[in-house]
């Protein structure tokens, strides 16, 4: 882990003292965080300061092809014991348009297939313009981030293939395989498919499935229409199952899993400028026939232009206990720079027939205020009481600087 942020740091360091000569631009955010919470685990108050660090570097070659990119996060713990820590999230090198029909990835890179999805050191090189399909490999060492830092080691590595429709404005079509190993053996093998489509200009049908190999299942599947026949209204149909598997190197592996499914109906309508509502219903499915019922209600209200109030109700009637919640939030421009905002939670639900109804509530208060154009400090903090907490406050205190 320090390895890669001593070459990042490098990196940056080479570029800005090679800008002038290249004409590369750096851009980025630094985000330096103060947070405070309730630490379940260690049974104590944490405090905890953490750097988070974005960069882009571009305009590297004189044609612009090749950018960096990179995001971190170092943090240091206060009172609970856990001492210090850094993560590299991503810091890769990205080449567009080599001989205007590749592109590829190299470093440590997020790559996301409608099969699955990792964080690799590896590559992943996209081959275009050959016709209505584009064609992706990737592979690499699998990152697996634990509480102390990295785990795994080279023989935990990801593999991946994909097939891309392109050319088709209307249409988006993926076809994708995806591979885990974890000490050579095969932890997770999947076929994905991923599918969207336009129609009519008010019409939008979209898809995904997800087919384990190991156990020959479908462990999700997604189905839906979105229908806009006006730029203020849209209706939304979807279909959603979900089956639960595990890498076959997990303890959890080995344990029995409910296949759960969920039927959804939602309309949003805004009205004016002033007002916008959407109401939902959700038909929830589970094993041996049991079932629940999820409505929904939401007001959006902005009586004068800098102050936005938006309400929101649930209910839920059925298998596995009862729920009835409301939601406030409020957020008021002051004048450009600065922004208030607070809101309330509250819910009052019952896990089953034999238990008595709980009652789970949250406040909170925020702000931001522009310090400069590119300079911002916010915060938040909230107040959690339910069964657990007769008092359990949290908060955050934010300065963003982008360069």
């Not at 108050?45 to 971190?72: C, H, M, P, S, W």
């Not at 019409?203 to 190991?214: E, F, I, K, M």
């Not at 109804?357 to 938040?380: D, H, P, Q, T």
């Amino acid at each position: 882990m320090g390895v890669y942020l001593k070459r990042m740091l490098l990196l940056m360091s080479l570029f800005c003292c090679s800008t002038s000569a290249w004409g590369a631009e750096i851009h980025g955010r630094s985000s330096t965080q103060f947070m405070f919470f309730q630490n379940d685990l260690l049974e104590r108050r944490q405090a905890t300061v953490a750097e988070y660090l974005r960069i882009a570097i571009t305009n590297i070659d004189k044609d612009g092809k090749f950018n960096i990119y990179g995001y971190g996060r170092g943090h240091q713990d206060f009172n609970a014991g856990e001492g210090g820590g850094m993560r590299l999230y991503y810091l890769y090198g990205d080449y567009r348009n080599l001989f205007d029909k590749i592109d590829f990835r190299i470093g440590r890179q997020f790559v996301n297939l409608a099969a699955g999805s990792a964080i690799i050191d590896g590559a992943q090189v996209t081959l275009k313009n050959v016709g209505p399909v584009a064609f992706t490999v990737l592979g690499g060492r699998d990152v697996i981030f634990g509480e102390t830092g990295e785990l795994g080691d080279g023989t935990n590595t990801a593999l991946g293939l994909a097939a891309n429709l392109e050319g088709f404005q209307k249409t988006d079509l993926e076809l994708s395989w995806f591979r885990k190993y974890d000490l050579g053996d095969i932890a997770r093998d999947q076929l994905g498919g991923a599918f969207k489509q336009y129609l009519f200009n008010s019409v939008r049908l979209y898809g995904n499935a997800r087919y384990d190999l190991v156990t020959e299942t479908f462990n999700e599947v997604q189905a839906g229409v979105k229908y806009f026949p006006t730029a203020r209204l849209i209706f939304t149909g979807e279909w959603f199952q979900s089956y639960p598997t595990f890498d076959t190197t997990s303890i959890y592996s080995v344990f029995a899993v409910d296949r759960y499914q969920e039927a959804l109906f939602r309309v949003d309508y805004t009205i004016n400028e002033m007002f916008s509502v959407n109401g939902g219903y959700t038909r929830e499915f589970f094993e041996d026939d049991d079932a629940a019922n999820v409505y929904h209600v939401g007001v959006g209200v902005r009586p004068i232009e800098p102050l936005r109030v938006n309400v929101e109700y649930d209910n839920r009637q059925g298998y596995n206990g009862s729920l009835s919640g409301v939601m406030v939030d409020a957020a008021y421009d002051l004048n450009g720079k600065a922004e208030l905002a607070g809101g309330f939670t509250y819910d009052a639900y019952q896990r089953d027939s034999l238990t008595n109804e709980e009652i789970a509530r949250r406040y909170w208060l925020g702000g931001k205020y522009k310090l400069a154009k590119n300079m911002a400090v916010s915060g938040r903090i909230q107040n959690d009481v339910n069964v657990h907490y007769e008092e359990n406050v949290s908060g955050r205190l934010v300065f963003d600087y982008d360069f």
